[in-house]
């Protein structure tokens, strides 16, 4: 299962060794290392990892700080593995919420257990939340979720396309009136997307169009009505490119 992961550890030489190992045996993408626990914010906020390496005893800030911080970043969807020298910090660790903590130096054993874990653990949180990321309601409104608490209550008219973000590892939604694309959950899928109305057209592997306000294709660039007429980036995939003119031919 494809999970990616962030190391924060201020040994350089031990970050780089875990990295190595999750990399070649367990076929992890680590999206990056950090020294210190200010980068290491940095890097989980920008790249949204399924799992955290963190070691306790940071320069800057202590792990367990690090721990109270991170749910803001990550909404909840990231697993934090402590990673430490002394045991005496396993018991907080676990009163911080840590999905797990594995003691240096790294015993195999012990973090093929806790990546059998992570795996296990993935596959629920998954499909729990699959049925509550999209929802449709009364009056031709969405009620789209962009984290584990919070939503948003979206007219279908004012919905210009859902676009794929490959850093961030999910769908946004461009609507009227809105500075910034919203983000959605990250279990929410395309079909998902696709079954909430009959208007809203996958186009390519990236984009789902809303075909009201699709005016025409020219050089397989989809051209939009106001006021989502400055959007000029959409492209129609080959394999796309069929249903969508047997949409334009049914309506």
């Avoid at 699959?130 to 984290?147: H, I, M, P, S, W």
């Avoid at 694309?181 to 997307?193: E, G, H, M, Q, Y």
């Avoid at 989809?222 to 980036?233: A, I, N, R």
Wanted: charged share 25%; proline share 4%; hydrophobic share 45%.
């Amino acid at each position: 299962m494809y999970m990616k992961a962030i190391i924060v550890d201020d040994d350089k030489v031990a970050g780089m060794n875990l990295e190595q190992l999750l990399k070649e045996k367990y076929q992890m993408d680590v999206a990056g290392v950090a020294l210190n626990g200010l980068d290491g914010l940095a890097l989980v906020n920008q790249h949204q990892p399924d799992v955290l390496f963190l070691d306790v005893q940071l320069p800057d800030i202590s792990g367990l700080d690090f721990l109270d911080r991170i749910a803001a970043f990550t909404h909840g969807q990231c697993r934090v593995v402590m990673y430490t020298a002394y045991d005496e910090f396993i018991l907080p660790a676990f009163r911080k919420k840590a999905f797990d903590v594995l003691l240096k130096p790294i015993d195999p054993e012990e973090l093929a257990t806790i990546m059998k874990r992570l795996q296990e653990a993935a596959v629920p949180v998954a499909k729990e939340s699959e049925t509550d990321g999209v929802q449709r309601k009364k009056g031709g409104k969405f009620l789209l979720y962009t984290n584990t608490l919070d939503f948003k209550l979206i007219d279908k008219r004012d919905i210009g396309l859902f676009q794929y973000n490959h850093e961030m590892r999910c769908w946004e939604v461009i609507v009227a009136g809105s500075k910034q694309p919203i983000r959605l959950k990250r279990c929410v899928k395309s079909d998902a997307l696709v079954e909430l109305d009959g208007q809203f057209v996958q186009v390519n592997q990236k984009f789902i169009i809303n075909m009201d306000y699709l005016i025409e294709v020219v050089d397989n660039v989809c051209h939009f009505y106001p006021p989502f007429d400055m959007l000029d980036y959409v492209k129609v995939g080959r394999l796309f490119r069929k249903k969508l003119i047997d949409r334009f031919c049914s309506l």
